[in-house]
């Protein structure tokens, strides 16, 4: 059963310094997402790739975030500086990219930042 | 702009019970509907989707358009419904636009 992996599941950091989420997407998928999940505003779209290219990133802060697809089966996802109001669960999902084809998600990466 | 509002943070239903779970949206166009179920500790997953028509779990949404909603609904409910749910839109991609979500749970 092909998953997408996300690394680290969990991730405490002080204030400034730099976070580094990494996803693999599940082979053969070429949409691959990040979405922010918190209390108040449930799941945010930060970015969007198709074939390694940004399509939508405009749900991410340009100042400290970046998203990136080294290779195809690497995606990641920077906060630098971090802020505590970062703190979230930070979820890949990858697709084949056709329509109305479901997206997978990993298991997240929860973020605190002191 | 496309917008999913699920106006309940938290609900709780008795074992047995009817299960109904509120989403509305504002598309101007076609959308297509779904909705994904995190269950504790495991990672959100596609429950159903509005053109399959179909029953999961027990659990059914139909698309109003007049309306413009696309509640869940379960004429029993169970202790393992106990999940949060996210209903979402599409405008026929796989760029999803999410509500902020309703956590479900069932008393036994």
């Known amino acids: 059963d092909a998953r997408v992996t996300q690394t680290p599941r969990h991730k405490v950091t002080e204030m400034g310094q730099e976070v580094t989420m990494r996803c693999q997407p599940i082979?053969?998928?070429?949409?691959v997402f990040w979405y922010r999940q918190t209390m108040m505003q449930g799941l945010e779209l930060l970015a969007y790739?198709?074939?390694?290219?940004?399509?939508?990133d405009s749900g991410m802060p340009k100042d400290r975030f970046s998203a990136e697809m080294p290779d195809a089966t690497l995606a990641t996802l920077k906060i630098q500086p971090s802020e505590p109001r970062d703190s979230a669960v930070y979820f890949c999902?990858?697709?084949?990219?056709?329509?109305?084809?479901?997206?997978?998600f990993g298991n997240g990466t929860r973020l605190t930042v002191t | 702009a496309q917008r999913v509002t699920q106006p309940e943070k938290l609900l709780s239903v008795f074992k047995g019970a009817p299960v109904e779970l509120k989403c509305n949206y504002s598309?101007?166009?076609?959308?297509?509907l779904f909705w994904y179920v995190q269950y504790s500790r495991q990672r959100l997953q596609l429950l159903l989707r509005?053109?399959s028509r179909e029953s999961i779990k027990g659990f059914t949404a139909d698309l109003n358009k007049g309306e413009t909603s696309f509640h869940l609904k379960k004429p029993f409910a169970q202790e393992e419904d106990s999940a949060m749910y996210y209903c979402?839109?599409?405008?026929?991609?796989?760029?999803?636009?999410f509500g902020t979500g309703t956590r479900l749970t069932i008393i036994p």
């Open positions: 999902a990858s697709g084949r990219g056709t329509d109305n084809s479901p997206l997978h």
């Open positions: 082979l053969g998928h070429n949409t």
């Open positions: 790739f198709r074939n390694r290219a940004p399509l939508d």
């Open positions: 598309y101007s166009g076609s959308p297509e």
């Open positions: 509005h053109i």
């Open positions: 979402a839109l599409t405008r026929g991609n796989e760029k999803l636009t």
